[in-house]
């Protein structure tokens, strides 16, 4: 599905649907003719597989959420007539919210909750370099603020990114 395009001088807007709430993609035209990539918050849980059209994820399992985040910004980018893959661009900057684990509670369970939130600290972080490893080889790794919040509206969801990225059009 190709997106809906808004040009405004050297911005770009990519939304879909007539009354979009934001942007997928907002490209800003730089002056040596690379293009500023910024990509919406998504996370892997419902709203990457419902742009993806795939199963929901549903439950924490940042192993597969961390990869279809990645997937979707990548069809965005097609959709957009941007470029054909994700390895196409450079990212500077990931943000990522991270949730607290959604079982077992930390009240009747203290010692389960702190493995849980281990495990999901450890599976985050080996999803996040095993994507940039396997599919981005040649780039380098952007720069990641993470920042732990209770919750967020997706409940199946570990994490939630947004990101800044860059298409040179000299990559040497």
Known sequence: MALSVKKRGKITYYYEG???????????????????????GLTGGHSATSVLKLDTV??????????LVFKCWEKWLQDAGICNSIADVDFVEIHAFGAQPKSPSPIADPAGYRKEQERLRV??????????????????????????????????????????????????
């Open 18 to 40: 007539e009354e979009s709430v934001l942007s997928s993609l907002v490209s800003e035209q730089q002056p040596d003719g690379d293009l500023k990539i910024y990509f919406a």
């Open 123 to 172: 599976a985050y972080a080996k999803a996040y370099r095993g994507f940039f490893r396997e599919h981005c080889p040649e780039n380098g790794l952007p720069a990641r603020f993470t920042v732990h919040v209770v919750d967020f509206p997706d409940e199946a969801a570990s994490y939630e990114f947004y990101g800044v990225a860059l298409l040179q059009k000299n990559r040497s």
């Open 58 to 67: 549903t439950s924490m399992q940042p192993e597969t959420e961390v990869p």
